[in-house]
């Protein structure tokens, strides 16, 4: 289960977490060929979309505490 934790504005989970304990940093194209090399001739690479085992549940407005 995925949670909006960025609501309430000003009250939220996210609200109470130091920007610079969190950051996140991606891989560049660079680290992956990097990665593609050191494991040689005969590696094998795989790609996953998971947009499919996303969804989104309807809250009714009385719910919500935006």
Do not use: E, F, Q, W
């Not at 610079?20 to 593609?36: E, R």
């Not at 009714?60 to 505490?65: E, G, S, T, W, Y």
């Amino acid at each position: 289960m995925i949670v909006d934790l960025s609501s309430p504005k000003g009250h939220s989970v996210n609200d109470a977490i130091d920007p610079p304990l969190c950051s996140v940093c991606y891989a560049t194209v660079a680290d992956t060929a990097g990665l593609v090399i050191d494991c040689g001739r005969g590696a094998l690479m795989a790609k996953l979309d998971l947009r499919a085992a996303y969804g989104s549940i309807p809250v009714h407005p009385l719910n919500c505490l935006c």
